[in-house]
């Protein structure tokens, strides 16, 4: 069966503006490797390009989980049960 390909909406090839929000900080980090930029700066650069600046960037809501390995007192593998 064959399909009709889309064509996109907006250009492919369209670059951020020079003077976008966070452009020139963003444009210092480091994309070649993997997990190499502090996660939470580029989020921020994220939030300005898309939001602007006049919505300020939201709080951590919430928290990840502690390890499940956790022995300290009051941890998660302590308790009534655990041995």
Request: charged content about 30%; glycine content about 10%.
């Given at each position: 069966m064959r399909y009709a390909g889309l064509?996109?909406?907006?250009?492919?090839?369209?670059?951020?503006?020079?003077?976008?929000?966070?452009?020139?900080?963003?444009?210092?980090?480091?994309?070649?490797?993997?997990?190499?930029i502090d996660d939470q700066l580029f989020n921020c650069f994220l939030w300005k390009a898309i939001r602007g600046t006049g919505m300020p960037y939201p709080a951590a809501t919430r928290q990840s989980a502690p390890d499940c390995d956790d022995t300290r007192p009051g941890g998660v593998d302590s308790g009534p049960g655990v041995r």
């Open positions: 064509r996109p909406a907006v250009s492919l090839d369209e670059r951020n503006a020079a003077g976008a929000p966070g452009s020139g900080d963003s444009s210092q980090l480091h994309f070649r490797f993997e997990d190499r």
